[in-house]
């Protein structure tokens, strides 16, 4: 059985392709989720799932992207500025509530995260050069 038409000549998608793309999303969403966890874990002293932080990573860029366009659809010359701060705590509210931490801590979980995430795809990439 195959998915879709050939497009310039391509065969179109079999089940094994569509079942190996769903593979690798779902191991780069885990990949993605690291970070956030073991961030999560450092600030809230263990207590942080790595389902909670698959949820957070999941909908961490829905919730900014929702809050972004929300207040950009108004027309002030300050709109996009406002947007990122209001999306930014947005975010933080999903922490907030996701890993059970205070205001603070939530800020402490999105930049550790920053941080390890920074730190990993340099080391990779470094990796990769040599």
């Known amino acids: 059985m195959s998915f879709g038409l050939p497009l310039l000549g391509h065969q179109p998608l079999g089940a094994s392709s569509v079942v190996g793309a769903m593979v690798f999303v779902l191991a780069a969403w885990m990949m993605a989720s690291l970070p956030v966890y073991l961030a999560a874990k450092a600030v809230t002293g263990g207590k942080a799932s ?7 990573t999941l909908m961490g860029p829905v919730v900014f992207f929702a809050v972004y366009s929300l207040v950009t659809l108004t027309s002030f010359p300050a709109a996009p500025l406002v947007a990122v701060a209001a999306s930014f705590v947005a975010l933080l509210w999903l922490y907030k509530g996701l890993f059970g931490s205070s205001w603070s801590g ?4 999105a930049l550790l995260a920053a941080i390890i995430f920074l730190v990993v795809v340099t080391l990779v990439g470094l990796f990769v050069m040599l």
Not at 50 to 56: E, R, T
Not at 106 to 109: P, T
């Open 50 to 56: 790595m389902v909670q932080s698959l949820v957070g």
């Open 106 to 109: 939530a800020l402490m979980i």
